[in-house]
């Protein structure tokens, strides 16, 4: 019974080593950090049988990048670890028609994903985050998110935003407001604040640009 029990306890200790673990990330972060980002359909998987045993491939059909290294006009296949455990991402849908906003990185020359990547429904993303990723995010990477995690959190320089949907909405940080419709944008002079991506928002400081223009 004693051996049993060991047993058990090593096996859970052994899922919280071997376990995937990612922090969560906003958006905008999730772009700044990947090495591409691109919209595109998964039409086809296959498991690597030679040098890259223990991978899996998936097929891309990419409509449109975002961003990539030079001169990568076009991606077609990704790599992922087979086995959940070491982060392999798992595509479970089954509609080929579907499109994804998925990032990634550039390891050795191949095009990596894992679960702790930003892989999502094009669909599920609300108009300011599209915005976000295909245009306003590049623009803002100069700018760091920090996650709150508590009610004390601070910010050590202006380059940085405070993100508190982790704080507040804890479970789905992503549904956050500032996760959904801001971005944290440098002002031109090294300060970065939150600024709303809503298209009423964006028409409110273009009229008030244009104002000052013509007041000058």
Same mark, same amino acid.
């Given at each position: 019974?004693?051996?049993?029990?060991?047993?058990?306890?090593?096996?859970?200790?052994?899922?919280?080593?071997?376990?995937?673990?990612?922090?969560?990330?906003?958006p905008?972060?999730?772009?700044?950090?990947?090495?591409?980002?691109?919209?595109?359909r998964?039409?086809?998987?296959?498991?690597?049988?030679?040098?890259?045993?223990?991978?899996?491939?998936?097929?891309?059909?990419?409509? $449109?990048?975002?961003?990539?290294?030079?001169?990568?006009?076009?991606?077609?296949?990704?790599?992922?670890?087979?086995?959940?455990?070491?982060?392999?991402?798992?595509?479970?849908?089954?509609? $080929?028609?579907?499109?994804?906003?998925?990032?990634?990185?550039?390891?050795?020359?191949?095009?990596?994903?894992?679960?702790?990547?930003?892989?999502?429904?094009?669909?599920?993303?609300?108009?300011?985050?599209?915005?976000g990723?295909?245009?306003?995010?590049?623009?803002?990477?100069?700018?760091?998110?920090?996650?709150?995690?508590?009610?004390?959190?601070?910010?050590?320089?202006?380059?940085q935003?405070?993100?508190?949907?982790?704080?507040?909405?804890?479970?789905?940080?992503?549904?956050?407001?500032?996760s959904?419709?801001?971005?944290?944008v440098?002002?031109?002079?090294?300060?970065?604040?939150?600024?709303?991506?809503?298209?009423?928002?964006?028409?409110?400081?273009?009229?008030?640009?244009?104002s000052?223009?013509?007041?000058?």
């Amino acid at each position: 019974m004693l051996c049993l029990v060991v047993l058990l306890v090593l096996g859970c200790l052994g899922q919280d080593v071997w376990g995937c673990s990612c922090g969560r990330r906003h958006p905008q972060a999730a772009y700044c950090s990947a090495d591409f980002v691109i919209q595109g359909r998964f039409i086809g998987k296959t498991q690597h049988k030679t040098q890259e045993q223990g991978r899996v491939k998936y097929e891309i059909k990419t409509t $449109k990048i975002f961003k990539a290294p030079d001169g990568m006009d076009d991606i077609q296949f990704l790599s992922t670890p087979l086995m959940e455990s070491m982060c392999g991402f798992e595509h479970h849908i089954s509609n $080929k028609s579907q499109t994804f906003l998925i990032t990634g990185h550039v390891v050795n020359g191949k095009l990596e994903i894992d679960q702790c990547n930003f892989i999502v429904p094009w669909a599920s993303l609300s108009a300011a985050q599209k915005r976000g990723f295909q245009e306003v995010y590049r623009k803002a990477c100069s700018c760091n998110i920090v996650p709150c995690y508590s009610g004390t959190c601070s910010l050590e320089s202006d380059s940085q935003c405070l993100w508190t949907d982790v704080l507040v909405h804890w479970q789905e940080p992503l549904n956050g407001a500032q996760s959904k419709y801001m971005a944290c944008v440098d002002q031109g002079n090294g300060l970065c604040t939150w600024e709303s991506q809503k298209p009423s928002a964006i028409a409110a400081r273009n009229k008030k640009a244009i104002s000052a223009t013509k007041e000058e």
